[in-house]
């Protein structure tokens, strides 16, 4: 293994493990909240589509070519 820069020589559980849980330590609120974020944007679009479409399916039921409103 020629790896080379900071982590050359270490055991691999240094890079593999003991890093990566660091980073998690340090940054995990951060990308928690970076998750949150993304979620609630995601349900939000999501929302937003669904009450278009019921209003879209709602107007167009009320404005049919039918002009009798008994089918309400």
Do not use: H
Request: charge should be positive; glycine fraction near 6%.
């Amino acid at each position: 293994m020629a790896e080379k820069g900071i982590f050359a020589g270490l055991p691999w559980w240094v890079t593999w493990v003991a890093v990566p849980v660091l980073v998690l330590v340090v940054f995990g609120s951060l990308l928690m909240s970076l998750l949150g974020f993304v979620i609630s944007l995601l349900f939000k679009a999501l929302l937003l589509v669904a009450l278009v479409a019921g209003l879209i399916f709602v107007v167009k039921k009320f404005t049919s070519s039918s002009s009798s409103k008994s089918d309400w």
